[in-house]
């Protein structure tokens, strides 16, 4: 007859069903203005995922710290320059898609040089937190939304 597992040896025990995916590290900002709104962004027409809206950001290259990351993403996306001295860590997202993990983390940004403006054909919009809620956003994006709100 077998006993059952205490917690620390089931620890030692990986579960049978344990999802084996490539893992895809990005990070995402959530720029706030003056008024309090976030600024989102539509992926275009041709990407993965399109027509949903976003927080602005992208994938991790090799050797990069996310704030770094975050730096150049926003310059090649927005047009906008940014530190991570103005960048604070506010939460992040853990989410299993069919063919990869995502991890992303969120870092809330108040101070930043230029004026945002797409350069990769996404349309661009300010909201409130509260109208996050009835985008259409990837499924990663969604938990991101209760933890702004807390900050804003």
Do not use: N
Request: charged share 25%.
């Amino acid at each position: 007859m077998k006993t059952k597992l205490s917690c620390a040896e089931a620890l030692l025990v990986p579960p049978p069903d344990r999802p084996q995916q490539k893992m895809v590290y990005v990070v995402a900002a959530a720029l706030i203005d003056r008024k309090k709104r976030v600024l989102v962004a539509q992926r275009p027409e041709g990407k993965s995922m399109a027509g949903l809206w976003e927080f602005p950001g992208g994938k991790i290259e090799a050797g990069e710290i996310p704030e770094y990351a975050l730096m150049r993403e926003l310059r090649e996306e927005l047009g906008i320059e940014t530190r991570p001295c103005g960048m604070w860590p506010i939460g992040f997202a853990s989410h299993l898609y069919p063919d990869f993990h995502l991890m992303m983390p969120l870092f809330a940004i108040r101070v930043w040089g230029g004026e945002p403006t797409p350069r990769e054909g996404q349309a661009l919009k300010w909201v409130t937190v509260q109208e996050l809620y009835g985008l259409e956003m990837p499924e990663a994006d969604k938990p991101l939304i209760v933890q702004l709100e807390a900050l804003v």
